[in-house]
T-cell receptor
Framework: NAGVMQNPRHLVRRRGQEARLRCSPM?????VYWYRQLPEEGLKFMVY????????ESGMPKERFSAEFPKEGPSILRIQQVVRGDSAAYFC???????????FGPGTRLLVL | KQEVTQIPAALSVPEGENLVLNCSFT??????LQWFRQDPGKGLTSLLL?????REQTSGRLNASLDKSSGRSTLYIAASQPGDSATYLC???????????FGKGTKLTVNP
């Protein structure tokens, strides 16, 4: 059973471009979470999704950031018009259900030039 | 609002020593608490999950305890090895939600 998969592992964008980060949960998992780890800071929750539904987006910045988890395919975290402050490691996690262990992917390291 | 604190921020021990990592949280209305390890430049590996109704969990040389009344959890590592060197993260759910609130971690170095 493959773990949580994220791609790309590294992404370089120039200011103003768009970044698309993909996450494939573990097989059988329908709950997906996105977290961000800024340099020298701890991990911060961004959003919690189930298939086709956003359950909790209380950690998402109000502008430029969006997330989806369609019926088919991976979950996508989209950052429009990136700025240097968006440079961070973005981690996706998945779980089998509520109150279950969250398993993390290897992360996507975004660098904005 | 849940806040998670980990002490110490860094710890260096000789190989073979038993050690304890500490985690405290402010909101006791948690679903569960998880311990992870993170190696440099890598993702998080889940070590142990303790449900709110449990007092401890064990996996191999690791034992995690949970005391909701005092807002504390400890991770005990027996007979430490150089391969245990990593940053250990504690994360508690925020009351009534699935989101994990992380501490800043304890960076452990086990010297051969």
């Amino acid at each position: 059973n493959a773990g949580v998969m994220q791609n790309p592992r590294h992404l370089v964008r120039r200011r103003g471009q768009e970044a698309r980060l993909r996450c494939s949960p573990m097989k059988g998992h329908s709950h997906v979470y996105w977290y961000r780890q800024l340099p020298e800071e701890g991990l911060k929750f961004m959003v919690y999704l189930q298939k086709e539904n956003i359950i909790d987006e209380s950690g998402m910045p109000k502008e430029r950031f969006s997330a989806e988890f369609p019926k088919e395919g991976p979950s996508i975290l989209r950052i429009q018009q990136v700025v240097r402050g968006d440079s961070a490691a973005y981690f996706c996690a998945s779980s089998l259900g509520q109150k279950e262990t969250q398993y993390f992917g290897p992360g996507t390291r975004l660098l904005v030039l | 609002k849940q806040e998670v604190t980990q002490i110490p921020a860094a710890l260096s021990v000789p190989e073979g020593e038993n050690l304890v990592l500490n985690c405290s949280f402010t909101d006791s209305a948690i679903y569960n608490l998880q311990w992870f390890r993170q190696d440099p430049g890598k993702g998080l590996t889940s070590l142990l999950l303790i449900q709110s109704s449990q007092r401890e969990q064990t996996s191999g040389r690791l034992n995690a305890s949970l005391d909701k009344s005092s807002g504390r959890s400890t991770l005990y590592i027996a007979a430490s090895q150089p391969g245990d060197s990593a940053t250990y993260l504690c994360a508690a759910t925020q009351g009534g939600s699935e989101k994990l609130v992380f501490g800043k971690g304890t960076k452990l170095t086990v010297n051969p």
